[in-house]
């Protein structure tokens, strides 16, 4: 089966850091996306792992664990835009559907 | 960046109609497309799994004779919701994945049906 497991939502204040966790239990794995999305707007891609460790990328970050089954975005110096739904994905197998989390609600107050 | 681009952006329409989104990948060819529904508040749960040339994937409780799937060019795919009902109201995005290092979907906008 799939599963993929995220909390549903999370505050925080502008300028701090926050962590948004993933775990997936998935048949097969062939990389880890993050999406950000905006209420009433289509997904964006924010990152991907496929290896274990850490990619950074400005003040978006994410850790992938393949062998815990665990993945972490951390957004860094927060602003008002970045409030939005925040979706984790997994792909089985090269060339196939995401199949997504049910997403995480920031909520980023001033 | 590859561009992925779904037509209309909102739709009304009258229970037992039928409905077309039209989704379009601008800059590339895309041999296969994903279409995907969305619920308030919920999450994108995978409807099929749209190929160029061939009939569609649907994943398990999609009905294939009431979301038909066209994929007849390298360019273009069709979603048509057929005899549409108002648990039909929903938000509707196609993607596809163009060849990137990361292999991520770009999605379309999106297309909000809303089923009176």
């Known amino acids: 089966g799939q599963n993929i497991d995220q909390p549903t939502e999370m505050t925080a204040t502008e300028g701090a850091i926050v962590q948004i966790n993933c775990t997936y239990q998935?048949?097969?794995?062939?990389?880890l996306f993050w999406y950000q999305q905006h209420a009433g707007e289509a997904p964006t891609f924010l990152s991907y792992?496929?290896?274990?460790g850490l990619e950074e990328k400005g003040r978006f970050s994410s850790f992938l664990s393949r062998s815990k089954g665990y993945s972490y975005l951390l957004l860094k110096e927060l602003q008002m835009k970045d409030s939005a739904s925040y979706l984790c994905?997994?792909?089985?197998?090269?060339?196939?559907?995401?199949?997504f989390g049910k997403g995480t609600t920031l909520s980023v107050s001033s | 960046g590859a561009v992925v681009s779904q037509h209309p952006s909102w739709v009304i329409c009258k229970s037992g109609t039928s409905v077309k989104i039209e989704c379009r990948s601008l800059?590339?060819?895309?041999?296969?497309m994903f279409w995907y529904r969305q619920f308030p508040k919920q999450s994108l749960m995978l409807m099929a799994t749209?190929?160029?040339?061939?009939?569609?994937?649907?994943e398990q409780g999609v009905e294939k004779d009431k979301f038909l799937i066209n994929h007849a060019s390298l360019t273009l795919s069709t979603l048509t919701v057929t005899s549409a009902h108002p648990e039909d109201s929903s938000f509707y995005i196609c993607s596809a994945r163009a060849r990137t290092a990361t292999g991520e979907l770009f999605f379309g906008e999106g297309s909000r049906l809303t089923v009176l």
């Open positions: 792992n496929v290896l274990d």
């Open positions: 994905a997994v792909t089985e197998q090269a060339g196939t559907a995401l199949i």
């Open positions: 749209s190929n160029e040339g061939s009939k569609a994937t649907y």
């Open positions: 998935t048949s097969g794995f062939n990389g």
């Open positions: 800059d590339f060819q895309a041999t296969t």
